[in-house]
């Protein structure tokens, strides 16, 4: 009975431990993740190793993911087999990572929604980014509900059917609260919304985002590129308060589009600047 206490005593330590070592942000529910397309130029298995590199613990796949190591070009999607998703799980979760959701993913295939949303669950991830085609939200809703695997709708800029708020607000403010928004803040504004004002218009369906930051818009270029965050015009602060205002719970997945060979500096910039920016929001 004696060496029992010791033991439950020392978990309970190590438990303490931990909670003790979260940040002020992920205490309040806020978890950053890599989207892996961040590390696109590279494999999924060096994209996991600069994942841990910067001290982020989950990562959302985007479907066609190079693998690497013993699986060479093979990609990452619903078609890979059991064998390749428990070791893939394994690794990550050597690294400390776990693998929270996978995309953006599209078809016009009942049947590859389906696989996608079984693959989700037998990867235990807890949400799909997806741009569905509008005729199939009766069975994306359905397959949500069957695998309850959140549905987090990306906006893509045009010719995209959700490249405004409002247009993704039309189709999901009636259907289950499983289904709602994958926040990409940077091509809001890239498409001339506020992203502040986006984000109140979906509030309660902000499922996760894809958080970045952009420089300002200049003639000589076609599209805004991605920045260190808080170096932009994004207003990364003023996005956090409002997520703090809509009690937000979820994923803000870092989606770094510029400097691809060596964008870990950049990204761990980046994280710096979250931390501090999450602190001073959270403590009001």
Same mark, same amino acid.
């Given at each position: 009975?004696?060496?029992?206490?010791?033991?439950?005593?020392?978990?309970l330590?190590?438990?303490?431990?931990t909670?003790?070592?979260?940040?002020i942000s992920e205490?309040?529910?806020?978890?950053l993740?890599i989207?892996?397309y961040?590390?696109?130029?590279?494999?999924?298995?060096?994209a996991?190793d600069?994942?841990?590199?910067l001290?982020?613990?989950?990562i959302?796949?985007?479907?066609?993911?190079?693998?690497?190591g013993e699986?060479?070009?093979?990609?990452?999607?619903f078609?890979?087999?059991?064998n390749?998703?428990?070791?893939?799980?394994?690794i990550a979760? %050597?690294?400390g990572?776990?693998?929270?959701?996978? #995309?953006?993913?599209t078809?016009?295939?009942? /049947?590859?929604w @389906?696989? =996608?949303?079984?693959?989700?669950r037998d990867?235990?991830?807890?949400?799909?980014?997806?741009?569905?085609?509008?005729?199939m939200?009766?069975?994306?809703?359905r397959?949500?509900?069957?695998?309850?695997?959140?549905?987090?709708?990306?906006?893509?800029?045009?010719?995209?059917?959700?490249?405004?708020?409002?247009s993704?607000?039309?189709?999901?403010a009636?259907r289950s %609260?499983?289904?709602?928004?994958?926040a990409?803040? #940077?091509?809001?504004?890239?498409?001339?919304? /506020?992203?502040? @004002?986006? =984000?109140?218009?979906?509030?309660?369906?902000?499922?996760?985002?894809?958080f970045?930051?952009?420089e300002?818009?200049?003639?000589?270029?076609a599209?805004?590129?991605?920045?260190i965050?808080?170096?932009?015009?994004?207003?990364v602060?003023?996005?956090?308060?409002e997520?703090?205002?809509?009690?937000?719970k979820?994923?803000?997945?870092?989606?770094?589009?510029?400097?691809?060979?060596?964008?870990?500096?950049?990204i761990?910039?980046?994280?710096?600047?979250?931390?501090?920016?999450?602190?001073e929001? =959270?403590?009001k």
């Amino acid at each position: 009975m004696k060496n029992l206490l010791i033991l439950c005593m020392l978990m309970l330590c190590a438990c303490t431990g931990t909670a003790d070592k979260k940040t002020i942000s992920e205490k309040a529910g806020w978890d950053l993740a890599i989207q892996s397309y961040t590390f696109h130029k590279f494999s999924l298995l060096e994209a996991l190793d600069k994942t841990q590199e910067l001290g982020i613990k989950y990562i959302e796949v985007y479907p066609g993911h190079r693998l690497g190591g013993e699986w060479g070009d093979q990609v990452f999607g619903f078609d890979i087999d059991k064998n390749t998703q428990d070791k893939l799980r394994d690794i990550a979760a %050597e690294k400390g990572i776990k693998i929270v959701g996978t #995309g953006v993913f599209t078809s016009d295939n009942d /049947d590859d929604w @389906e696989k =996608l949303f079984a693959f989700a669950r037998d990867m235990d991830m807890e949400y799909v980014t997806c741009e569905p085609p509008l005729h199939m939200w009766d069975e994306v809703e359905r397959l949500a509900g069957k695998y309850d695997i959140k549905v987090s709708v990306h906006n893509h800029p045009k010719p995209s059917s959700y490249w405004a708020p409002d247009s993704l607000l039309a189709v999901v403010a009636s259907r289950s %609260e499983l289904c709602g928004s994958c926040a990409d803040v #940077g091509h809001w504004k890239r498409m001339g919304f /506020d992203n502040i @004002e986006s =984000l109140k218009k979906l509030e309660g369906r902000v499922i996760s985002l894809h958080f970045k930051d952009i420089e300002a818009a200049r003639p000589d270029v076609a599209e805004q590129s991605d920045v260190i965050w808080g170096t932009g015009v994004l207003n990364v602060k003023g996005m956090l308060e409002e997520l703090r205002r809509q009690n937000f719970k979820g994923y803000l997945a870092i989606e770094y589009e510029n400097n691809w060979g060596n964008s870990v500096p950049d990204i761990r910039q980046c994280i710096e600047y979250y931390n501090e920016a999450a602190a001073e929001v =959270l403590s009001k």
